[in-house]
C-alpha cells in the first residue's frame, strides 16, 4: 500500500456532505408529513438522499481505514522512539489535565444535580483520567458524545487517553494492539479538529502523535497553527520539547 497522509480537508468535505444528506432526509420527512410534498416527490428524492448519504458514510470509513492502515505501516520499527516521546510528554500531558481541570471546575463545578449538563460530565471524565483511571474515562466520553457528538473537548481527550493506553500497550510489547489505539485515537483528534480547527489541545496532542510516528512535517504544521491560536502558556510549554526536537 502506498503511504497516505489524513487530509484534514478531504475528511471534513465528506462529514459536511454526510451530515447535509441527513439533514435533507429529516426535512423531507418533515414536509412530507406536513403536506407541503407528494408522495412522488418525496418517495424519489428520499431514495437519492439515502444512496447518497450511504455513499458518503462508506466513503468516510473507507478513508479512516486506508489511512490507519498507512500510519500502522510507517509506524513499525518506531516503538522506541514513539514511547520515549510519548512518555515525556505524558509527564507535561498530566500537568495540563490537572490544571486545566481544576480551573475548569471553578466554573463548572459538578454540583449532586440529579440532571448533568455536558459540561459537567466533560469535566467528570477528565478528572477519571487525571486519576488514571483510563478505562472509566474513555467509558464517560462515550456517554457524552452519544449525547453530544460534536463535543470537541471530549473527542481531543478521548483521543489523548487512547494515545496513553497505547504507549502502554508498546511498552507491554503489544505493538499491533498498540497501532489500532494510534488509530483510533487519531480519528477522535482528527474529528476534534473538523469540529473545531482552533481548539488547541487536539493541535498539540496530534503534534505530538505526528513526531511519535515519524511525521515531522506533520507535527510542524500542527504546531505552526497552535502557533497562531490563543492557546494557554502551558500548551507551549508542553509542546516546546517537540519543536526544539523537530526544528520546526
Known amino acids: ?3 497516505r497522509k489524513l487530509d484534514p480537508d478531504r475528511l471534513r468535505a465528506l462529514e459536511e456532505e454526510r451530515d447535509f444528506l441527513l439533514a435533507s432526509i ?32 462508506r466513503s468516510i470509513e473507507s478513508y479512516r481505514e486506508d489511512v490507519a492502515a498507512a500510519r500502522s505501516e510507517r509506524s513499525s520499527g518506531r516503538s522506541a522512539m514513539w514511547v520515549a516521546g510519548l512518555l515525556v510528554f505524558a509527564i507535561g500531558a498530566g500537568w495540563l489535565l490537572a490544571q486545566a ?31 488514571q483511571l483510563i478505562q472509566e474515562a474513555l467509558s464517560c466520553f462515550d456517554e457524552v458524545l452519544d449525547e453530544d457528538p460534536q463535543n470537541v473537548e471530549a473527542l481531543s481527550y478521548r483521543g489523548w487517553f487512547l494515545v496513553l493506553t497505547a504507549g502502554t500497550a508498546q511498552q507491554s510489547g503489544q505493538g499491533e494492539a498498540a497501532d489500532q489505539l494510534i488509530a483510533s485515537a487519531m480519528v477522535n483528534l482528527d474529528r476534534a479538529v473538523a469540529v473545531d480547527p482552533n481548539y488547541p489541545d487536539a ?22 497553527v497552535l502557533s497562531g491560536l490563543d492557546a494557554p502558556n502551558i500548551i507551549g510549554e508542553l509542546t516546546a520539547p517537540v519543536r526544539g526536537r523537530l526544528g520546526c
Do not use: W
Not at 46 to 55: I, K, P
Open 26 to 57: 429529516d426535512d423531507l420527512e418533515a414536509e412530507f408529513a406536513s403536506g407541503d410534498l407528494d408522495d412522488a416527490d418525496y418517495h424519489e428524492l428520499h431514495d437519492d438522499y439515502t444512496v447518497r448519504a450511504a455513499d458518503a458514510i
Open 203 to 224: 493541535r498539540a496532542f496530534r503534534a505530538v502523535v505526528f513526531e511519535g510516528l515519524g511525521e515531522p512535517d506533520a507535527a510542524c504544521e500542527e504546531l505552526d
Open 1 to 3: 500500500m502506498s503511504q
Open 101 to 131: 481541570t481544576g480551573e475548569r471546575g471553578a466554573n463548572g463545578q459538578i454540583t449532586g444535580e440529579i440532571e448533568e449538563s455536558v459540561r459537567q460530565k466533560v469535566l467528570r471524565c477528565q478528572q477519571l483520567g487525571g486519576q
